[in-house]
């Protein structure tokens, strides 16, 4: 429970209002500014990092910010505790509530991180879903607007698979005005959730932002000031990845795509990156990739979350 005495989760974008991102953003800016900003304002606090899958930015980011803000975490991998085959989520919620302060989970299945939310009576954060990624969405809309720009109607386009990662950034987009066009091929496995897909562009009818789907990528981008791109084979996907490197391969961000953007677009990614695929080596190495930032962000919005949901 935080200063307002309510439980406040982050199972996707939707468990936050428009003053929620704004707080978010504000404080991650102060963050970045300077990494001991809010030092041991979570003095004592535990979190249990739960991961079913691998992870470098996400765990390093958690784990590093909790301590930056003066508390502990706990590494739980699927070796460890198998969530739903040594034990259903909901006892490990009923469990890890007892002992530790927030819960952080990377899970294959968003109803894992649900039941982890709906059964725990401390936070829970989704650090990864195959429906959702939250953490990364806000990194990233914090990244461009730290860059100096105004998120109502910043053209962004994603390019590829309508994943996790397109999900999020979709319903962050509509919440935050974005105007975002999302490219993938016209084939129900590869186009993003049809629900989420509505919900983010009833978001954006409020916030005056818009989300288009465009599937031919050279239309997509035009206009377009970044371009975003993720892997075509999610975590969980591997055995797909071959089917998918053909159905994906006029959706590679290259050079001869994006000069049909905006002059110098950003490039971005969430990284992992499969380069040659998705991207090429050039454009992730180019000047306009802002890969990294994206990275390094997801450390001060993550603090700015843990901050945000455990004290208010
Ligand atoms: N972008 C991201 O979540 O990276 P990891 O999978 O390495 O955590
Ligand atoms: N869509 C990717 C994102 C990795 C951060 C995956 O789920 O593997």
Redesign the pocket.
């Known amino acids: 429970m935080n200063r307002t005495g309510k439980k406040r989760d982050l199972t996707d974008i939707p468990d936050l209002s428009r003053e929620d991102v704004r707080v978010v953003f504000e404080r991650a800016a102060e963050m970045k500014r300077d990494r001991t900003v809010y030092a041991g304002s979570l003095a004592g606090k535990v979190m249990a990092l739960i991961s079913e899958k691998q992870s470098l930015r996400t765990r390093v980011t958690f784990q590093t910010g909790i301590y930056q803000l003066g508390g502990y975490s706990i590494y739980l991998s699927n070796h460890d505790i198998s969530l739903g085959k040594r034990e259903p989520a909901i006892d490990v919620a009923r469990n890890l509530e007892r002992w530790v302060d927030v819960i952080v989970a990377r899970v294959f299945k968003q109803e894992s991180i649900l039941d982890l939310a709906k059964y725990a009576s401390v936070p829970v954060i989704n650090a990864?879903s195959d429906m959702a990624?939250p953490c990364?969405a806000l990194a990233d809309l914090f990244t461009l607007e730290w860059l100096g720009h105004n998120l109502k109607g910043f053209p962004l386009t994603y390019i590829g698979d309508g994943?996790?990662?397109c999900h999020s950034l979709m319903l962050l987009s509509g919440l935050m005005g974005v105007r975002m066009t999302v490219s993938t091929p016209e084939i129900e496995t590869y186009m993003p959730n049809r629900n989420i897909f509505a919900q983010a562009r009833a978001l954006a009818r409020e916030s005056g932002g818009e989300i288009i789907y465009e599937p031919n990528p050279d239309r997509a981008v035009r206009g377009a000031k970044a371009v975003y791109t993720?892997?075509w084979a999610?975590?969980g996907q591997e055995e797909e990845a071959e089917v998918r490197k053909q159905v994906f391969a006029k959706y590679q961000v290259n050079a001869a795509l994006l000069s049909k953007a905006e002059p110098g677009p950003y490039v971005m990614h969430?990284l992992p990156a499969h380069r040659g695929e998705e991207i090429t080596d050039e454009v992730m190495e180019s000047e306009q990739s802002i890969v990294f930032e994206q990275a390094e962000n997801r450390l001060h919005t993550q603090k700015a979350i843990l901050h945000y949901l455990l004290l208010g």
């Open positions: 990864l990624h990364q994943n996790n990662v993720d892997v999610s975590m969430c």
